[in-house]
C-alpha cells in the first residue's frame, strides 16, 4: 500500500483492504448478533459540499460498498432541499446507501424551536427528500451546543452511541483532516468493529494540509455556483428571444381573469 495521504486513491485502496477482511456496512443494516466477519460501520457527514459525497459515493459504489450519507438540511453551503439537492440525495439512495440526518441544534435554536419539535421537522423534510423513512441521525459539531437532546421514536441509530464510539465499535474519525490514532488503514489487521468517520472533503480535494483543501473546497463550490449561473443566463436568455410571445400570453392571461 502506498504512502498514506487523504486522497481518493488512498480511500479506495484502503475500502478495498477494508471489504476483504471486515464487512463493511451502513447504520441501517448493522447487526449485533454474532457474525462471522468484523463490520466496518461507514458513516459520512456532509459538512461542505452534496458533489464530493457524490464522488465518493460513485467509487464506493464500485467496489461494492455502502456507506451511511448523513446530510444537512441548512447548511449554508449546499442546498439539500433544492430540486439539484433532492436529484444528488436520491442518487445517493440509488447508489445504494443510507440516507441520515447531519442535525445542527444551533439552528433549532436560531428558530426558536426545542430540539424535539427541530429534529422532527428535520426528519420529516429528510424522508421526503430521500424518499425513504431517515432512521439514523449524527449531531454537527456535537460539542459546542447546550441542548438536551431527546430523539424522537423513529430514530434507530444514533451515530454518536456510545456503542459506536468506542464501546462495540471503535471509533476513528478524520475530523479536521487529522487522524488522531494513525490512518484507517493502520487500523484493518486488528480483530474489532469499527465506526469509520469519513468527511468527503478531506479526500476529495486538492492540497496537503486541511486548511488549503478548505480553500480547494469553497473554490469548487465557486465553479458550481458559476455553473448555475450560466444555465440561469441561458434559461434567461431563451425566455428573452420569445418576450413578445410571452408577453402577449401574459396579456391574454390577464384579460381571462377580468
Ligand atoms: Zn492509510
Ligand atoms: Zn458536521
Keep these: 500500500m502506498r504512502a498514506c495521504e487523504f486522497t481518493m486513491r488512498h480511500y479506495r485502496e484502503i475500502l478495498d483492504k477494508t471489504r ?9 443494516q448493522l447487526s449485533f448478533r454474532k457474525k462471522k466477519k468484523y463490520q466496518v460501520l461507514l458513516r459520512h457527514d456532509i459538512d461542505n459540499s452534496l458533489h464530493n459525497a457524490l ?15 448523513f446530510v444537512q438540511l441548512h447548511c449554508d453551503d449546499y442546498p439539500a432541499g433544492s ?11 440509488d447508489l445504494g446507501h443510507e440516507i441520515g440526518l447531519h442535525y445542527d441544534p444551533s439552528y433549532y435554536t436560531a428558530i426558536e424551536k426545542s430540539f424535539g419539535d427541530g429534529i422532527k421537522s428535520d426528519l420529516r423534510d429528510l424522508s421526503e427528500i430521500a ?9 454537527h459539531l456535537p460539542l459546542l451546543h447546550g441542548q438536551e437532546e431527546r430523539m424522537p421514536g423513529s ?3 444514533r451515530a454518536m452511541d ?3 464510539v468506542n464501546g462495540e465499535y471503535k471509533y476513528l474519525s478524520d475530523s479536521n483532516g ?23 472533503v478531506w479526500w476529495t480535494t486538492e492540497g496537503s494540509r486541511w486548511q488549503e483543501k478548505m480553500v480547494s473546497q469553497a473554490e469548487l463550490g465557486c465553479l458550481v455556483v458559476r455553473g ?8 434567461y436568455e431563451s425566455i428573452m428571444k420569445k418576450r413578445n410571445e410571452y408577453d402577449k400570453r401574459f396579456a391574454e392571461m390577464l384579460k381571462g381573469r377580468k
Design 55 to 69: 464522488e465518493m459515493a460513485r467509487c464506493e459504489k464500485e467496489l461494492g460498498v455502502k456507506a451511511t450519507y
Design 131 to 139: 424518499g425513504r423513512p431517515v432512521v439514523s441521525v449524527s449531531p
Design 228 to 235: 448555475r449561473y450560466r444555465a440561469k443566463i441561458d434559461l
Design 83 to 93: 430540486a439539484e439537492g433532492v436529484r444528488i440525495i436520491r442518487e445517493l439512495r
Design 162 to 164: 456510545p456503542v459506536f
Design 20 to 28: 476483504k477482511i471486515h464487512q463493511i456496512v451502513p447504520f441501517c
Design 178 to 200: 487529522v487522524f488522531r490514532e494513525g490512518c484507517f488503514c493502520t487500523h484493518l489487521t486488528n480483530r474489532r468493529n469499527y465506526c469509520f468517520l469519513v468527511h468527503p
Design 155 to 157: 430514530v434507530k441509530y
